[in-house]
């Protein structure tokens, strides 16, 4: 028997992690002869848990919250995705036993935007909540599209403001606070913040929506998140949520790894299904 490939997601907390069941579609879907599991890493024992799959003859890894910017900081080589955005969520073990980091977020967020729901992004208005390192992640790839503008509001303000500059060189981009949001709609609202794991919503002012926006939370669950039903009150045109995003960043990772491409339609069908039928089983 050919002992399989190990593959593994480094996160605290993970227990809620899709990415084994999604992986394990894909290798079955390809027929790669892979397992992957989830690893739970105590805060500060992250450089030694990636030693220790590594000597274990681990070929890759997903990372998490709240290491993606620690990962960067350890690989020996990056993408230059990955490079600017300062994170990184997919690493490669080399034969040598070097480390290679990738940012797969991005290109995640806007397959599943442009092609799994059709949205346009080029000369819409765009604001993404969030600073942290999944907002690190996407905005290079959200600039690629060419959208009229992309404003980066967080809590703290300074983070947005050092993200936008970093980011300038690749489109019109403005970062800060939420004064910056007073008076001005958008077209598309994505949520990178963390406050949907809370069941809370960032402040926002009133009439930041028109009838046709989208709103784009990139946290997901078995119910709606806080912001998608936020979204809906207000009134957007669509409120789509991150699984699509948590797929198709996976299948990036899978094909950075296996040089396979996995058919990630049959996947998000199938995860969504999953979802139904959890909460008519809950709700019985
Ligand atoms: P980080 O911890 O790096 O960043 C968290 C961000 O959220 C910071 O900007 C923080 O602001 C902000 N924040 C936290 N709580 C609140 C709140 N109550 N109100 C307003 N802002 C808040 O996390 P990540 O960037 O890695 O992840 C963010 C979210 O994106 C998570 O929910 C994660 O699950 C999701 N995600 C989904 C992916 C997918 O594929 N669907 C991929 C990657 C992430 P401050 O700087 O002020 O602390």
Known sequence: MVIPDHYAVMGNPIAHSKSPQIHTMFAYQTNQNLIYTP???????????????????????????????????????????????????TIAIKEDGSLFGYNTDGIGLVRDLTQNHGKRISGQRLLLLGAGG??????????????????????TSAKAIELAARFSPFGTIIGGGH?????????LIINATASSLHGEVPQLPPRILN??????DMMY??????????GQIQGAEHCLDGLGMLVEQAAESFFIWRKIRPNTAPIITQLRLKQRDRLLTIGE
């Open 221 to 230: 669950g078995n119910e709606s998140t806080a912001f998608i039903k936020w």
């Open 179 to 187: 004064e910056l949001l007073e008076n001005n709609s958008f077209d």
């Open 134 to 155: 999944a907002a690190s992640g996407v905005i290079e790839a959200l600039l690629s599209e060419k959208p009229s503008h992309l404003a980066v509001i967080n809590r």
């Open 211 to 216: 009838p046709n926006s989208w709103v784009y």
């Open 39 to 89: 690893i739970l890493v105590e805060v500060g024992k992250f450089e030694e848990a990636i030693t220790v799959f590594h000597n274990q003859g681990g070929k890759g890894l997903n990372i998490t919250i709240p290491f993606k910017n620690q990962a960067w900081s350890l690989m020996d080589k990056c993408s230059s995705e990955a490079q600017r955005a300062k994170a990184v969520n």
